[in-house]
């Protein structure tokens, strides 16, 4: 595969994905390429066959890379589109104007230093813009798509355009993109605060902590909750607690968080996934689908 290398970012091959993923394992991208910023991105784009596939990340937090590693190029986002500042529309009001590889904690504590409300929810999620757009992150009750104005969209071939949020099919952990399109940015709108009161910054990350075991490697909520059910619940259930196939274990604090426990291969995980949802389906008859992405080859 040719690759015309754009003048200043960076660009190795056979890079290893597990240091770039929260689940610290999986196979190598055939290319990986950080950017500068969004100008390097569009050049690289430019230069680019369109037949080379093409995978984005930020921070990997929501990410199984197979064993066999992934063909083409892996562009990382994270801390290199990072544009981050308030805007004002033709009504006077403030919005936020942030580049996909901020991360989803600095847009929140950036909302809290300038007044605006609604975004600690943001504080909670693992990952950045671009990830939470793609999936309709959420946490605590709320969700991404509910503050999204408009959408800044890239293409294969570098091009750019822009959307109103209306333009866009969104669902729980579900937004409709067209293939070989990602989103770049976005323009939110969070409230002025009305009044003083403290920041839930805090006390949300207190509860995300007594309830989830951060600090070990994983991808976060492995499962979709089912309507009007959780997927935690259902796999405590099916005794599924510390349940471990090589490596790889469902967390004994939060059923539905997978931990990389013992050097856990890529195969371990998804193995322990797919044993998780035919347990599930056996004694509930409820199919979970995945929130996690799985992407590559396996060996």
């Known amino acids: 595969m040719a690759l015309i290398p754009t003048i200043r970012g960076k660009m190795s091959n056979n890079e290893p994905m597990g240091k770039h993923c929260s689940w610290r394992t999986g196979g190598k991208a055939e290319f990986y390429f950080e950017p500068v910023d969004k100008q390097d991105l569009v050049l690289f784009l ?14 990997g937090s929501n990410l199984l890379v197979r064993d066999g590693g992934v063909k083409g190029v892996v562009i990382s986002t994270l801390n290199k589109l990072n544009e981050l500042n308030l805007q004002v529309n033709a009504s006077g009001e403030s919005q936020v104007y942030a ?69 866009f099919k969104v669902a729980y952990r579900s937004v409709g993109l067209a293939k070989n399109e990602w989103f770049s940015g976005a323009v939110f709108n969070f409230p002025k605060k009305l009044d003083d ?17 951060i600090g070990e490697p994983s991808c976060g909520s492995v499962f979709k909750n089912p309507q009007g059910d959780y997927a935690a619940r259902l796999i405590e259930a099916s005794q599924l607690k510390g349940f471990c196939i090589g490596g790889a274990c469902v967390s004994e604090k939060h059923a539905n968080f997978i931990i990389n426990k013992n050097n856990a291969t890529a195969a371990d995980i998804e193995n322990l996934i797919d044993k998780i949802k035919t347990d599930v389906k ?9 929130e996690v992405r799985i992407i590559g080859d396996s060996l």
């Open 46 to 59: 430019t230069q680019t066959d369109n037949d080379i596939p093409l995978t984005w990340i930020g921070l």
């Open 99 to 167: 580049e996909s590889g901020v991360t989803c904690a600095k847009l929140a504590r950036f909302c809290q230093q300038h007044k605006l409300d609604g975004a600690d929810f943001l504080a909670g999620i693992p990952g950045t813009v671009g990830g939470a757009l793609a999936m309709n992150a959420g946490a605590f009750g709320f969700e991404t798509w509910q503050f999204v104005e408009s959408v800044e969209i890239i293409n294969h071939q570098g091009e750019l355009t822009y959307r109103l949020a209306a333009e």
């Open 197 to 213: 009161k403290e920041s839930n910054i805090k006390p949300l990350l207190a509860k995300r902590n007594a309830s989830q075991p």
């Open 282 to 290: 056996q004694k509930f008859n409820v199919e979970l689908n995945t």
